[in-house]
């Protein structure tokens, strides 16, 4: 099974709109991080926002917020106030602590911003 | 304090070559990861060193190979290249602990002739 999975491969947004992004994941660990990172043309990878699995509050990031259902497996990235530049691809991952420092990304969100 | 550094930044090589990749990680961080990322494509998880030993691997042939140093830089092998190896290599660091997330390179652009 996958342990990350992002179902919508593009999404697009009218600017100044929030858009929300997908992540469900697998895991049976109770101690687990969940991380969103940007990856824009240019090709590196931005991190952006983390969630832990024991944190009682969804985590946010200046126009960043995660939206944890722990219950759903779920770890929706929340855009606000989107920008032109908010254009890019965008990957949910997760890190267990059972497995240590393994990462797992999912296949990833392309994002277009329409002015 | 610098950031995760990779060499070289392009790489050209002919179908049956062997290429070799680097990676120096942000300092303190002892694990180091190597990633494929075909045009258009997600990340494809390579390989895992910490601590100089190779902790897991993705679903890659054994043409893929690499290690770690004494120092926690990496290298990344790939021998007999093929058309389809044509990918952005991304390495990335990280501390130890769930919490703590990966710190990616700007990447090595790898094409295959």
């Known amino acids: 099974a996958q342990k990350i999975t992002q179902t919508q491969p593009g999404m697009f947004v009218q600017e100044k709109e929030a858009v929300t992004l997908d992540c469900t994941y697998d895991?049976?660990?109770?101690?687990?991080?969940l991380f969103w990172y940007k990856q824009p043309s240019s090709g590196e990878m931005i991190f952006l926002i983390y969630q832990g699995s024991y944190d009682e509050q969804n985590a946010t990031e200046g126009r960043y917020s995660l939206n944890f259902q722990k219950a759903r497996k779920s770890a929706n990235l929340v855009i606000s106030a989107s920008q032109l530049g908010d254009s890019a691809m965008y990957f949910c991952a997760m890190r267990e602590a059972v497995t240590g420092n393994q990462f797992y990304f999912g296949t990833g969100t392309s994002l277009t911003v329409i002015p | 304090e610098a950031g995760v550094t990779q060499s070289p930044t392009h790489l050209i090589k002919t179908r049956g070559q062997q290429a070799t990749l680097r990676c120096s990680p942000i300092s303190g961080h002892t694990s180091v990861y190597w990633y494929q990322q075909a045009l258009g494509l997600g990340l494809q998880f390579l390989l895992w060193?910490?601590?100089?030993?190779?902790?897991n691997r993705g679903n890659f042939p054994p043409r893929f190979s690499g290690r770690q140093f004494p120092n926690y830089s990496s290298e990344l092998n790939v021998n007999a290249l093929e058309l389809e190896d044509s990918a952005l290599y991304l390495c990335?660091?990280?501390?130890?602990?769930?919490?703590?997330?990966?710190?990616f390179g700007p990447g090595t652009r790898l094409t295959v002739t």
């Open positions: 990335a660091s990280s501390l130890v602990g769930k919490g703590y997330e990966q710190y």
């Open positions: 060193y910490d601590e100089g030993e190779e902790r």
């Open positions: 895991t049976s660990d109770q101690s687990y991080g």
